[in-house]
């Protein structure tokens, strides 16, 4: 997505002066570059509040600086010392008068500024959450996002998919943000501000996405070694691409898979003692058939592909909804190429890469919480196979 | 005479005593040790500044590895892990080991010749102070061979300058880098305490004849406001790493988010001591401000009463603004409203002691020597950094830019565009006090000017990427950003300083052996450490100086128009 660089243009151009001769510099780089990340290209309601609150207050600040440093030039120049003159100048030691006029004046300025923030941090922060709204739920991992859809059963990772919200049709997204380990910040720019995400406590935000498109954002606080590779992917979608994504997501690989391929899962009797059952959470009786494992496996196919997946610890920490597959340490693949990154936007979602990924993930993403497993060249394009399937 | 003291104006040259110190140097060995066992307030502020000197280098060089790992995207020059070491180490060290201490250097070696004492009231203590803080510096670096890091890997802290909870905690933090942190952290807030009592207590204490509070020089004000901050506010901090050592050795769970502990907690904390520390770095250098412009301008500073109020007034603000770090932390909005307004009255007092300097310059005859250079630098650099941090307050606006390159810009633009610049005048205004030799003046107009140009280029620079969505603390970043050119340029400014930096040292240790003669007032100053011989005797003042004015040796210079006379 490009982003129209006369935002741009407008929203700095209060800061020109101030920056002046970098801003010369900076503005040939900006003008040439799409800048997907920029904070002054709003495009939902609460980003548009908090740039046209930059605007104001960038402008009283570009005032005041102009103000006083153009005093600071006029004396400095005015008053220095001429050559061969060694006499010193009267002595002033102050005056009640002026001192009260630079302590009165800041003040009311301070009131003004302290009223515009208010009248936007009330509004944003306490705006009420209408019954159109979508909840999501948003949890940080070290180092990638999980994203939970609770009324629609839908997991996913890394990449968020939303919904347009018009004026007509009102359709904001209310977050609910926690974390499973350390602190994480939640920030895609042109949506909103940042909302940080912390363990053992749920912090809210909302966002009402104005045009559609893809809007990258990444994690704004530091939490680790790969604390940079934590990016995040929103899509925003049409209402009625979004219910065919979110259509696509509630179905389980058992009722996707061709037989044969469901035929290689194995029964999962344990999982019935997992507590409460997680949405995605594979059918805990018969709809997988024991497997068959007897066949030749060292064909490259996705159906080799899935006991490996399923026999190797792959499924310690991953979900394949309607396989025996169930762990929740690592994101959710049931949908897995359905995205279009992998490792959280470190890589770009092809063969691959994959392939690269499952053979060792610190080739992109060194201090990443997922091991290199050790299996043979032919076990990971088996796996690679069979993700590949998960569509 | 020795038994009569006399008032300034009247005979000052007979109570002072110009002859220099003793000047038998002794072997090598007798030089090391008198500095080993010195109990000497000015040779302690050497040691403190020197010591602090080191360790800038020592954060630079980490901050320069830092701008070539980012100069652009996807590079590999360090891996993720050393990246987190050097970004924590160089957060670190220029706080504690640097900042910290080139601050209380200065204090221990002007305070008491301003206030015409012979010594910090306690000289032990000072000592101590000392030592403690230079053992936390060697501790926190030992953690290069000693300790192991967040990934299991490597040595030395990585785990940011505030170390948020939980990631400090054993869970996340196995090794033992996060523990030399803590306790490095620990050991030197004990010095800082120290010298913290020691310069509270030399103020209201060790003043000579004549010198009521009102009398005093505006640094030894600061000094005491300062002092006053690092006792309120080092506390939780120490406190802070207890609680986390105990988490970490005692199976405590303050910190562990796991067994319901509170990572908001930690962050509480660390700010409450975190932004008073930022006065704490920040008065000081008004401090020296306040010294050097008057003088470089030929006028009294402007308002002393009302510098003395902001002074003490940006001390206790100070302590009702910390959780404008947090805005994003999830508060409420009515704390959120709280701390923006908290944080916006902090411009009133500093706006007063602005103006106040401007009104100083105001009808002066300026003289732009290299101290008043950088002191001018200082005064447009710190409207900036003033006026991003009012942007900064405002907490609608900050939910955007917390985290992001432009809080990157706008700290370094108060720590380095005010305070270091004012650090370095006033090294070339008081080394020639120090030494008894001038700074070389050419090498100091070669240092000045490639530090504002590389100063400007790098930190100027540095808001954009912020802006354009640019967290901090990342060792890479994605190439369709729109960062690239911006961290190219950043990255040249930052080269830049690098050189100034090095022409300082080599002007610092050249000038000592070659620098002109500096004799006991260079500068036509009019505070009393010049009225002693450079370098000044042990004892300081053979006689305990008598003051009538805030400008004794104006009075002294001026029998016709002394300022006691409008006092």
Redesign the interface.
Known sequence: MRIKSNRWFRGSSSAVVLFAFVLLLAQAALAHASLPGSTFAPHSTPAHEEHSLSLFVLSICLLIYLGVSGLLVYALIRFRARPHDNTEPPQVFGSLQIELSWTIIPILIIVVLFLGTARVLFSVQDAPEPPTALDVTVIGHQFWWEFRYPKYNVVTANELHLPLSTKSDPRPTFLKLTSADVMHSFWVPQLGGKTDVLPNRVNEMWMDPLETGLYVGQCAQFCGPQHAKMLLRVYVDTPEAFEKWIKNQQRTQAELAQPHIAMASMANPGNQSAGPVPPNSPPTHGAVAPTASTEATDAIDARNGQLVFEQQSCISCHTVAGTVANGRYGPDLTHLMSRVTIGAGAALNTPGNLEAWIADPSTFKPGCLMPAMHLSDRQNAQITAYLLTLK | MADQSLPVGQGIETALDRTPAHSGRGTYLEVVHSWIVTVDHKKLGILYIAYALIFMLVGGAEAMLIRIQLIKPHNNFV???TF?RLFTMHGTTMVFLVGMPILFGFGNYLVPLMIGARDMAFPRLNAFSFWISAFAGILLYYSFIGGVG??GTGSAP?I?WFA????TEKA?SPGHTTDYWAISILASGIGSIGTAINIIATVFCMRCKGMTLMRMPLLAWLYATMSFLVLVAVSPLTACQAMLLIDRYLGGHFFD??A?????LWAHFFWIFGHPEVYVLVLPPFAFANEIIPVF????I?????MVAASVGIGFISLGVWAHHMF???MT?FG??FF??ST??V??PT??K???W??T????????ETPMLFS?AF??QW??AG??G??LS???????????YFVVAHFHYVLVGAIVFMIFAAIYYWYPKMTGRMLNDTLGKWHFWLMVVGF??TF??M??PG????????????P???W???NF?ISIGGFIQAIAILILVYNLVHSYFRGEEAGPDPWDAWTLEWATASPPPAYNFAVEPEVASRRPLWDLK?PE?P?SA?E
């Open positions: 891996t993720p892990f987190d967040l990934a990585d940011a948020y909870a939980p990631l996340f988010t796991q319901g502990g509170s990572a908001i301008s030929r006028k009294a402007f308002g002393y009463p009302a994003t932390i999830g909005s959120n409203a923006t307004l916006m009255l411009a009133i706006g007063i602005t103006f106040n401007l009104a310059i105001w009808g002066g005859k300026v003289r732009f001018v005064l447009f409207v900036i006026l991003t009012v942007m405002v907490s609608a606006w900050n939910w955007q830019l917390h985290n992001s400007h280029v100027d620079t808001h954009f802006l354009l969505g640019m967290p901090r603390q990342i060792y890479t970043y994605e369709d950003r729109g690239n050119t911006l340029i001026h128009d300022d409008f």
